[in-house]
């Protein structure tokens, strides 16, 4: 069922142009197996794993080839057939540099793994798996969060009998400009969609589902209202359209709109008694529990102006970044930036052999005249004190002070304006009139916070 009211939003936030046409209508196509890949070994919050191989050993498609002890972490997984070529610092998105395994895949290799929703219908029975089953295995398929941070899944449906899960909210927002992979899935793997938040809801013990889309999707709120009305078990699953505008798919501004409750400066949703499930996660958990197949492949659009064939793309993880690109035609002497993820939160990155990990939703190719406000012709100008940063900031702290203190050497000045409260969403760097790029002022501060608490390498 669709809820009916108006569309709800939460407190502050922008609209930036959404250049969504590149790719909207682009149907999620499979993409060739490239010659080499290079797996991560820490693609997610919590312990990085260790190599469970060594150089030169063969390894089968889905075979797991990392893994860490600790209870948050999550293992890796080879997507081919192959050797390991070697183990070794590769560029990571957000590290700089990071240990990964690069497999050379099997000329003979053709067991290419395809999308599989058809395996998915509106009979889908999740009580087929007890609780502990399902948990399993989610942390063993290596499911994480795949439209934020990467918190391991198997992690966040864990149930705890001092705060239990009143509401499940899956987000299908998907607010960053130009990304369309989670649009598609919704259109394309509806009922795969359903039977991983009907898999969710058992793991967790909680069965209160809304699922917030914005309302620039028209499309998709019809197809996942229609799943769920043909979906037996759905009869506590509700979709809530909400208002575009960004970041509506912040998990706690998703909460603030449909469950209009706050998550504590510090806290996770868990804490009052929500789970934020991001769709490609829900479609990643059906495929592992029901099929018994890991997370080794996920959807990624690529767009922009400037690439020859945008498009939506089933991709295998470790693929390089390079790699997608020429697949879609090369990018031409126009283009002034490449960004891992949307071009408000993502990762400019100069090395085009950076591997896509499990939260890589999107290569983003910007020009000169994409780049907002033409930050290439405006210079930084002191600021003027006008407080758009705070009108619009949603996680209602001050930028401009814990960017200048982050300016000045002043951490523990920027930890006392709750800069860990930050989410690096970019609407301040966005707003501001005199060009200041508060975000990354702020990146930086937490940077060097964690080095000097030992929480990072130097």
Request: overall charge neutral.
């Amino acid at each position: 069922m669709i809820k009916t009211k108006d569309k709800v939003t939460f407190p502050a936030g922008v609209h930036p142009q959404e250049n969504k046409h590149f790719t909207e209508d682009c149907p999620i196509e499979q993409f060739p197996t490239p010659k080499t890949l290079s797996i991560l070994l820490g693609q997610h919050i919590g312990a990085p794993c260790k190599p469970l191989v060594a150089k030169r050993d063969k390894v089968v498609a889905g075979q797991v080839i990392g893994d860490a002890d600790a209870f948050v972490s999550a293992p890796v997984h080879a997507p081919v057939d192959g050797t390991v070529k070697d183990i070794a610092l590769a560029s990571h998105p957000v590290l700089g540099r990071a240990m990964a395994i690069t497999i050379e895949t099997d000329a003979e290799f053709a067991n290419h793994k395809q999308p599989c929703p058809e395996k998915f219908d509106k009979d889908f029975n999740a009580t087929k798996w007890s609780e502990g089953d399902i948990r399993d295995a989610i942390r063993q398929g290596g499911i994480i969060g795949m439209g934020g941070a990467g918190f391991p899944t198997r992690v966040k449906l864990e149930p705890n009998p001092q705060t239990p899960k009143e509401i499940m909210i899956i987000n299908g927002c998907e607010c960053e400009p130009f990304i369309t992979c989670d649009y598609r899935l919704m259109l394309e793997w509806s009922y795969q969609i359903v039977a991983g938040i009907k898999l969710a809801c058992r793991a967790a013990e909680c069965y209160d589902v809304k699922i917030g889309i914005e309302d620039n999707k028209p499309e998709a709120i019809k197809a996942m209202a229609a799943a769920i009305e043909a979906c037996s078990g759905t009869e506590k699953m509700e979709v809530v359209p909400v208002r575009t505008k960004y970041p509506q798919g912040g998990e706690k501004q998703l909460i603030k709109a449909i469950w209009k409750k706050d998550v504590p400066v510090g806290g996770i949703p868990p804490m009052i008694g929500v789970v934020v499930l991001n769709v490609a996660t829900c479609a990643a958990i059906a495929e592992a529990v029901a099929c018994a197949n890991p997370l080794t492949h996920r959807a990624v659009t690529v767009s922009g102006s400037s690439i020859a064939k945008p498009g939506n793309f089933y991709v295998p993880i470790g693929t390089a970044v390079g790699d997608l690109v020429e697949h879609c035609g090369g990018m031409n002497d126009k283009t002034a930036k490449v960004i891992m993820g949307g071009p408000m939160m993502g990762f400019a990155i100069a090395d085009m052999s950076t591997p896509l990990t499990k939260t890589s939703g999107a290569i983003t190719l910007l020009t000169k005249e994409e780049i907002t406000r033409a930050k290439y012709d405006r210079r930084q100008t002191p600021c003027i004190r006008c407080g758009r940063c705070l009108d619009v900031c949603p996680a209602h702290i001050n930028p401009t002070k814990i960017a200048h203190a982050v300016k000045h050497d002043l951490l523990d000045v920027a930890e006392q304006y709750h800069m860990a409260a930050c989410f690096e969403c970019g609407c301040c760097s966005y707003i501001c009139p005199a060009n200041i790029e508060l975000t990354g002022y702020i990146k930086t501060g937490k940077i060097l916070v964690a080095r000097a608490k030992k929480r990072m390498p130097q």
